[in-house]
């Protein structure tokens, strides 16, 4: 986890871009396609989306072991719409209580195309974006105060700790009889014990960590920045092609007829 | 500020003096002050030795100069807690002077603020509004004074050993150029390696700068040549002061040896005594109890990659080992080497990567031959294992429930609970909290539980680290009563004194690939 989240020595374009303004982009595109359910508009900023993978420095064996929980998540919600939604059409397959239609189908598909669409944006922007730079960005640029962004910043740090506190403390729980094998009971209880022991242990860090930042003299006061988080040309490209893309999912599907407003109805 | 200056003469800040009269402090929620009556004069550039038994404040008078004690509000109120006296930097209050001094902590961990090397260091000067071109001056300069100036800016903190965590904490103290440097138990957590690490980067940037120097440490020879005055600190009383003795080092250590020793403070020369082995076994005597053979060890789980399961990479292959009845074995070697993931996978406590730890039927008897697969009643009334942090082990809220605790799930009685708790000096804290204990307490405590269970074979990783030398003494005597009892005693250890105090055989683990300096 920890050297996925390291992006060190990743060269792609899209990391030198500034955090904010792919946030934009990406807000931007899967706002459009929060407004539609069908498949033309999906398809297109999919299409889009794949293109711009090399570009953040993705390929697709990263992109299926970063996103598969997504992927999966997208192709289970894409059959189960394809099966319950209302039929309409040439009957696809029929197995009792489970028909598939070609309307149903249809709709089946546009939902995991747009499920894929909305999710790959957020898992490409997790990998061009390092939590540093989007940390200056929002302190300097987006104005948020230092204190907040800052503190979360060096909580983040200890999240990987936490994770190899989480199999010590599991360790040396079972070498004092706390077995986290056995009965789905005594599993639970486990770990809830496993669980408050790291609370204790995080709860103690934390306040450690807090005394470390006050001596450095964080604090309320004014401060400066190391690093400028500053916008470039680039930055202008990725917001144009974030404009560009969702304006081109929104021409496609109506001019294809498919647009299809969620809250209107169909 | 200064802005123009930072490029051709760096700018060395002034010398702190501290001056503390009749001053005490008491936490918040506490009965007892922390510090009582304090009287104590620090010259600018004075490097200061601070001693004394746990209890006697000397984490809480650090704190207080570094301005970070207590729950003080913005009318300067303290909440529940209790100050009296004055204690004053350069004369002013020390939470009204940000940045005027700098506190390094014990736990490496949290020392580091920031996930890259460049950033970590400039933290403290961008707190202080220092500007931006000076911010990264004094970085590079602060690098290059503790030596990590090999490190490109943007290297991950994580990939860090402890020692450079330390080293690197102390750049981001220089970069905020105080005039006082607070070191709380720096080096307890670190190897031997560690330790001359940093404290040779201390004395360099001491002998630069000119800083006042306030260090708290149990092992005195550590930095006995780079002070220049030992203050020993008592728990202070209505009659006494705070302060014990005060002067040069040679001679408080001359003067107060007896007391500083009784104290169990690691005096220079000193060995504790401890008890002999009744007999030594000729290596390769006593029962086997349990063997490892080709083994390949790593605290890594098989990695999932989709769908696929990738096996770990090991951190130490090919290992033999044999641990026999009434014998010691110590695995040592330096950081990184495996020492530790070894101990947990023989303890079966980790999946083997590869290889095998068996159980003889004189260890298993009857519950298979794959410790690993053990359940956890099946093993700790066959393999105890105490943890480098006490703390991971607790699971009650009383140390009699700690201690009752596994014979209690093994359905015994708790003859061996009174005796573990007379033995070990536990008994007059059944009641309390085992959060609450000293770190020696929690040390014998933790000892004390898994041995409730009657293994036959314990398991120690480092239980020496950050101990005073009395509780040092009590384990090593304690261990070797156990030895010549029949006990197998499996040690992970960087201590060179306490493997020989237990004998027995020494298993030496070298890193599989050569570690960076």
Known sequence: MRQELNLRGSQALLNRANPLSKFAAVFLITAVLALSIDWVSASVALVFELLLFPLAGLTLTLLWQRGWPLIIAAAIGGWSTSILAPDSGRTLIDVGIWTMSEGSLELGVGFMLRGLAIALPAVLLMSCTDPTDLADALAQKARLPHRFVLGTLAAMRLVGLMAEEWQAIGMARRARGVGSRGSVLQRVKATLGQSFGLLVQAIRRASRLAITMEARGFGGGPRTWARESTYSALDAWVLAGGVVMAAAAVVAAVALGTWNMVWLGS | ?517
Not at chain 2, 101 to 116: I, K, N, W, Y
Not at chain 2, 426 to 438: K, M, Q, R
Request: proline residues 7%; glycine residues 10%; charged residues 25%.
């Open chain 2, 1 to 517: 500020m200064t802005a123009t200056s930072h490029h051709s003469t760096p700018v060395v800040a002034r010398p702190a003096a501290i001056s503390a009269r009749g001053w005490g402090w008491r936490h918040a929620g506490r009965a007892r002050p922390a510090v009582r009556a304090l009287d104590l004069d620090i010259r600018p550039g004075e490097r200061v030795l601070l001693l004394g038994p746990s209890g006697a404040g000397k984490s809480t008078l650090l704190h207080a100069l570094a301005g970070v004690l207590g729950d003080v509000n913005d009318d300067g109120e303290a909440g529940d807690s209790d100050e009296s006296g004055s204690l004053l930097v350069d004369g002013a209050y020390p939470r009204e002077q940000r940045g005027r001094a700098g506190l390094m902590q014990q736990d490496p961990e949290t020392q580091v603020v920031l996930s890259r090397v460049g950033d970590d260091v400039a933290f403290g000067a961008e707190n202080l509004a220092v500007p931006r071109d000076a911010i990264w001056a004094r970085v590079h300069e602060a690098l290059d004074d503790v030596g990590l100036c090999h490190l490109p800016l943007d290297h991950p903190t994580s990939a860090l050993s402890g020692g450079q965590k330390q080293r690197l904490a102390l750049a981001g103290i220089l970069a905020m150029r105080p005039g006082l440097i607070l070191l709380d138990e720096p080096t307890a957590n670190l190897d031997p390696a560690g330790v001359l690490e940093v404290r040779d980067a201390v004395a360099r940037c001491l002998d630069k700068t000119g800083a006042t120097l306030l260090v708290v440490e149990h092992r005195v020879s550590v930095w006995k040549d780079l002070v220049d005055r030992i203050v020993v600190l008592q728990p202070g009383s209505a009659t006494d002061g705070a302060v014990l003795l005060d002067g040069p080092p040679d001679q408080v250590l001359a003067d107060a040896r007896a007391m500083l020793t009784a104290a169990g403070v690691w005096v220079p020369g000193y060995v504790p005594e401890t008890r002999l082995r009744a007999g030594s076994p000729a290596r390769g005597t006593g029962n086997l109890l349990i063997a490892a053979e080709k083994l390949a060890v790593s605290r890594e789980r098989p990695r999932r990659s989709g769908f696929r399961k990738l096996p770990p990479v090991p951190v130490q292959e090919d290992i033999a080992a044999q641990v026999r009845a009434g014998q010691a074995l110590t695995v040592t070697g330096p950081n990184g080497a495996g020492k530790s993931t070894f101990a947990l996978t023989l303890a079966g406590l980790l999946e083997p990567v590869d290889g095998a730890v068996s159980a003889t039927t004189d260890l298993s008897r009857g519950a298979g031959i794959d410790p690993y697969k053990w359940k956890a009643e099946q093993l700790i009334e066959r393999i105890g294992t105490v943890f480098q942090e006490p703390e991971h082990q607790f699971v009650t809220g009383k140390v009699l429930d700690e201690l009752l605790f596994g014979p209690r799930h093994l359905g015994h009685g708790k003859e061996r609970v009174d005796e573990l708790l007379e033995r070990l000096r536990l008994t007059h804290l059944v009641d309390a909290n085992p959060y609450t204990l000293s770190g020696g307490e929690k040390r014998r405590l933790s000892v004390a539980t898994v041995l409730a269970a009657h293994p036959q074979v314990l398991v120690l990783d480092e239980p020496t680290f950050g101990q005073d030398a009395n509780t040092w003494a009590e384990l090593a005597s304690f261990l070797s009563e156990l030895l010549d009892a029949g006990t197998a005693v499996v040690s992970v250890t960087h201590d060179a004194e306490f493997t020989a105090a237990l004998g027995g055989t020494e298993l030496r683990l070298v890193p599989a690939e050569p570690v960076a300096p």
